[in-house]
């Protein structure tokens, strides 16, 4: 209930910033999730690269995963 009082205090607060503001924040907010989403990517990536060497990836078609469940 309380991230709705605030999300809903927020939108109030928005709309009194003028048009050129709101559209500034719209374009900070967006480049902020962008710049979030890329280090989540990089996280991503240097994890699955530690995996890959250390052996815990397999490589493989989906027959030989297949085989390797049914196994």
């Known amino acids: 209930m309380e991230h709705t009082s605030r999300f809903e205090a927020v939108l109030e607060s928005v709309e009194t910033l003028s048009a050129d503001d709101q559209e500034l924040l719209l374009d900070l907010i967006r ?14 990536i240097a ?9 815990r990836v397999h490589r493989g078609t989906v027959d030989d995963l297949m085989a390797e469940i049914d196994a």
Do not use: D, F, P, Q
């Not at 480049?31 to 991503?44: Q, V």
């Not at 994890?47 to 052996?55: D, K, L, P, T, V």
């Open 31 to 44: 480049k902020r999730l962008a710049e979030r989403r890329r280090a989540e990517i990089a996280t991503n």
């Open 47 to 55: 994890e699955s690269r530690a995996e890959y060497r250390a052996g």
